[in-house]
């Protein structure tokens, strides 16, 4: 079932300026396309689970574990500059 689009307005919409070959390509390219995807559309999928995706994904990520936090006062030992028990790092807006 052919669909019939008007590629010139959707070229003047798209404010593309394009040849009358360009005008054919593009129309002989999008017939192949909608066809294609009239196909799929086609295809009988009664029974079938919808999916997100076509291959099944698993979490790759390690378990959480509960662990003691690290020493602040470690830390704090490895930053070039600290104050008060916390980083001190330069303003992030000069004058402010």
Partial sequence: MPIEIDIA????????????DELDRYRSQLAVILDHAARVQAVDTTGLAPTAHPLGLSNVFRPDEVRPPLDVDEVLSQAPSARDGYFEVPPALEGA
């Fill in 9 to 20: 307005h959707v070229a003047r919409l798209a404010r593309l300026a394009l040849t009358p």
